[in-house]
């Protein structure tokens, strides 16, 4: 009996031939290895070993050297090595990239944001100043005390001379 799963199913994993692997563990994977390959400590190694290989194919004794003067399996070896590490550093730079890319992304809608909250800072600011402006201060309320003491003191100075006539 055939069974069909409707779309609402997920497919169960069938057996492929391609390589099951997760990119984000490979991804970081080449990021350490293009990391180590920009050290001093990797062309120590490397030069310590190519010196090694062209010392001992040089001097040792014939049937213990296994690579003969033009060195054609050391080519071998630093041309498969070149051509893995050069796919490995262009993807960690492109993974780089893409943080790079993501950063300033983040970094662009924080400064919008910030620059919104600055605005709203500067219009609260404004309209604070604009109310304050209508706002009677103490030296006014002062004043305007002081000068309805001196008509009142006027007014009633007046008021006291004509009734004692």
């Known amino acids: 009996m055939a069974r069909h799963n409707g779309l609402d199913t997920p497919r169960s994993k069938g057996r492929t031939l391609r390589p099951n692997y997760d990119p984000e563990t490979f991804g970081r994977l080449s990021e350490s290895f293009a990391r180590f390959l920009g050290t001093a400590s990797f062309l120590v190694y490397m030069?310590?070993?190519?010196?090694?290989?062209?010392?001992w194919n040089t001097t040792a004794p014939d049937h213990l050297r296994w690579d003969n003067f033009p060195f054609i399996f050391l080519t071998l070896i630093l041309s498969l090595q070149a051509s893995y590490a050069a796919p490995l550093i262009l993807l960690a730079q492109n993974r780089q990239a893409d943080r790079d890319r993501i950063q300033s992304n983040e970094d662009r809608a924080q400064n919008e944001r910030n620059t919104a909250d600055t605005e709203y800072l500067t219009r609260e600011i404004a309209s604070l100043r604009s109310a304050l402006g209508e706002v009677a201060t103490r030296d006014f309320i002062r004043s305007e005390l002081s000068d309805l003491a001196n008509e009142l003191e006027t007014k009633l100075g007046t008021q006291a001379k004509p009734n004692a006539d």
Do not use: K, L, Y
């Open 47 to 55: 030069s310590a070993f190519v010196a090694f290989w062209v010392i």
